[in-house]
């Protein structure tokens, strides 16, 4: 783990702005006896240079905001909050009675924060479960290896009061990290949007954990709205609630979605992502790869205005038992108006749901497409296209009616172990050459970050076996 701006080994004198490590901890000898007064000398004094304010062992109970700092000295001065022991960590606790104090950590229009190493724990049993609240917004915020605790909430509840990391107010925020974190329970992880286009910029979400969030109904794994230049990598997440919701991307420019593992296996009407009127008239691009997608009722569902998006070697898989009448399930799902938009290649799309009606496509503008080809299609009844309102029951007729998909394929596909999440491909389909497509020379590595071959390649997020890397679990990669 790397932080930008280490900090200096000293404290300086009082009245100066403060620089250098503090203690803090109801134990005898610490400077501050809690993040509160930490925080009141860092907002009376300012900061001269990097300041780490280092928490002891134990419980903290935590209710503070962390204001605008002035900077007396070093213009690139850092506020640091971390553990002392990263094996024994220090925990923040807080046990929220309404919406008006739904915060263990609350950051207002600041700059130059880090949060690292941290255990935040949020108590009670209410629907309220936000442990890091954006007011405003802020600036240069990392957030990182951190692990965020919360307990499960009803379907019913507002997405920003159930976000781990959430939002009050308008929200402007640029060069967010949110990395290598665990959020357990609550209704989601994230939630942040803003009134302005593009009112969030430069924001990464990666290589976290999330698993046992309620996300469902009106409320979304992870929901960022408004948004340009955005990253999320490498996430994995695992919901086992029904009717579980994936993450939802709205207006969001310039968007990488790359080797994150989802697995929604509480069925249902669950969903994997969902892009909701990105790109529109901006030029930027969406590029969709190497994911692991497993959900019931679609994988990838395009809504409203997206234009430049690249569904690009995705392995998407539908399974378990669509609840309700008059639903429909299917991989890529799209309602998609705009013309000459969506690039969708080298992808693995397999429906093995329990539902009447399984889909491999449901496109309701066969025109947003600018090219298909050379993607795996399968479904357990035999094949069904939907496409401009037209049904096509096997994969000749949607092929021959349409000319798509020329250089694909109708065939179902093992993966390693589906009911964990690994959608990696059985080891005989390495040896199958029927398997392999062109090379696309925007997918460059696969989903556990090995380099594809530059003249043919598989399809689908696994291109290659790692000898020296474990899928454990369906939640994590291990060296």
Do not use: C
């Amino acid at each position: 783990m790397v932080i930008t701006g280490l900090l200096v080994s000293a404290a300086s004198s009082a009245g100066s702005g403060l620089a250098g490590h503090y203690s803090v901890g109801p134990q005898t000898g610490t400077d501050f006896p809690d993040l509160q007064s930490a925080l009141l000398q860092v907002e009376i004094e300012g900061i001269s240079d990097h300041v780490e304010l280092i928490l002891t062992p134990g419980i903290h109970p935590t209710h503070v905001e962390i204001n605008p700092i002035t900077l007396t000295g070093n213009p690139d001065a850092r506020l640091m909050i971390i553990s002392e022991d990263l094996n024994d960590r220090a925990v923040l606790t807080h046990t929220p009675v309404s919406s008006a104090d739904n915060w263990i950590i609350k950051i207002n229009q600041a700059e130059m924060i880090d949060l690292v190493s941290l255990d935040f724990e949020v108590g009670g049993n209410l629907d309220l479960t936000a442990a890091v609240v954006f007011d405003q917004g802020g600036t240069d915020i990392n957030i990182i290896d951190n692990i965020f605790t919360a307990h499960p909430v009803a379907v019913s509840s507002q997405q920003d009061d159930v976000s781990l990391i959430s939002q009050f107010n308008d929200t402007f925020i640029s060069e967010l990290q949110v990395r290598e974190n665990e959020f357990y329970f609550g209704g989601a992880a994230i939630f942040l949007q803003s009134s302005e286009v593009d009112g969030l910029q430069d924001l990464t979400v990666s290589d976290n954990l999330m698993t046992g969030q309620t996300a469902r109904g009106s409320v979304y794994l992870m929901y960022l709205k408004r948004v340009r230049n955005l990253t999320i990598e490498k996430n994995t997440a695992w919901l086992s609630s029904q009717h579980a919701n994936g993450p939802l991307l709205s207006s969001a420019n310039d968007l990488l979605f790359n080797r994150n593992s989802i697995l929604m296996d509480g069925g249902g009407q669950s969903h994997g992502l969902r892009l909701l009127s990105n790109n529109l008239g901006t030029g930027s691009l969406s590029i969709i790869s190497n994911n692991f997608i497993q959900a019931t009722q679609y994988g990838i569902q395009l809504t409203g205005q997206n234009a430049g998006v690249s569904l690009f070697n995705n392995s998407i898989l539908l399974t378990g038992t669509l609840l309700g009448t008059g639903f429909y399930t299917s991989p890529v799902d799209s309602n998609n108006i705009q013309v000459s938009a969506v690039a969708m290649k080298g992808n693995i799309m397999i429906n093995l749901s329990d539902a009447g009606d399984t889909r491999v496509l449901n496109v309701s503008n066969s025109n947003m497409f600018t090219e298909v080809d050379h993607n795996i299609m399968y479904d357990v009844d035999g094949g069904s296209y939907v496409l401009d309102n037209t049904v096509y029951s096997t994969f000749a007729e949607y092929q021959n009616a349409t000319g798509f998909d020329g250089g694909s394929s109708f065939r179902d596909i093992s993966f390693v172990d589906a009911s964990s999440g690994d959608l990696h491909l059985t080891p005989d389909l390495f040896d199958d050459t029927s398997l392999l497509i062109p090379a696309n020379t925007q997918v460059i590595r696969d989903f556990d970050g090995a380099l594809r071959a530059t003249n043919l390649h598989r399809p689908g997020a696994d291109d290659a076996p790692l000898p020296d890397l474990i899928y454990y679990s369906g939640f994590e990669l291990v060296n």
